[in-house]
T-cell receptor, first 116, second 112 residues
Framework: GAVVSQHPSWVICKSGTSVKIECRSL??????MFWYRQFPKQSLMLMAT?????????EQGVEKDKFLINHASLTLSTLTVTSAHPEDSSFYIC????????????FGDGTRLSIL | SQKIEQNSEALNIQEGKTATLTCNYT??????LQWYRQDPGRGPVFLLL?????KEKRKERLKVTFDTTLKQSLFHITASQPADSATYLC???????????FGKGTTLSVSS
């Protein structure tokens, strides 16, 4: 089945640090990738949608200068949390979708980000 | 705005019983609806997709129904097992049709 690999799975860093999270589709080409954020006992909140080779589309309220997304190839997207602060601590999950309107989205196992 | 509601945050049942989870949505007419399972500290795993012209879909012990008049989907797990304990998420495409949006989920606990 379709596998999405996300790395790292856990990051602890100091306030002000920038953190990069990678998301790879291992056995399919992901024309579209998505980044979600999830707080404890809350639903997944869509942050942005990215298509390979073009700029990401951010959801309302998500700062694009703070959460930099790059989707340079059909199998790799990165999310960089710039100058992270404690309020950015959360569970970040990437997702990838194959071509076709009603294909399911496949998810990585998430990155637990803790900013001290 | 679009809203997805899953009827309860938690559902506790005994092993062997059927678990029924509800997903209601408003302000949207989705062409299809999806159900995912999420274990603690993990990403969601796709379970089933049901299209608007399908009343029911089955996969092993799972069954999903989709009533576009009631704007509701029911998700059933028959002969439940402790290993079925997880959070189950209902998901629909957003208005732009580009990404999934999720309900808050129902956490199912199956006791032996």
């Amino acid at each position: 089945g379709a596998v999405v690999s996300q790395h790292p799975s856990w990051v602890i860093c100091k306030s002000g640090t920038s953190v990069k999270i990678e998301c790879r589709s291992l056995d399919f080409q992901a024309t579209t990738m998505f980044w979600y954020r999830q707080f404890p006992k809350q639903s997944l909140m869509l942050m942005a949608t990215s298509n390979e080779g073009s700029k990401a589309t951010y959801e309302q309220g998500v700062e694009k200068d703070k959460f930099l997304i790059n989707h340079a190839s059909l199998t790799l997207s990165t999310l960089t949390v710039t100058s992270a602060h404690p309020e950015d601590s959360s569970f970040y999950i990437c997702s990838a979708k194959d071509r076709g309107g009603d294909q399911p989205q496949h998810f990585g196992d998430g990155t637990r980000l803790s900013i001290l | 705005s679009q809203k997805i509601e899953q009827n309860s945050e938690a559902l506790n049942i005994q092993e062997g019983k059927t678990a029924t989870l509800t997903c209601n949505y408003t302000n949207y007419s989705p062409a299809y609806l999806q159900w995912y399972r999420q274990d603690p500290g993990r990403g969601p795993v796709f379970l089933l997709l049901i299209r608007e012209n399908e009343k029911e879909k089955r996969k092993e012990r799972l069954k999903v129904t989709f009533d576009t008049t009631l704007k509701q989907s029911l998700f059933h797990i028959t002969a439940s097992q402790p290993a079925d304990s997880a959070t189950y998420l209902c998901a629909l495409r957003n208005q732009a049709g580009t990404a999934l949006i999720f309900g808050k989920g129902t956490t199912l606990s199956v006791s032996s």
